[in-house]
């Protein structure tokens, strides 16, 4: 799955984008 994260007045730092993308996981786990 191809996620495309991006911040508003945010930095995203390479720490804040693997939390999001872990967290989208479990989700996307969950729905499946």
Not at 2 to 17: Q, Y
């Amino acid at each position: 799955m191809n996620i495309l994260i991006t911040g508003h007045h945010v930095e995203l730092t390479p720490a804040i984008r693997e939390y999001v993308e872990t967290k989208l996981e479990r989700v996307i786990s969950h729905f499946d």
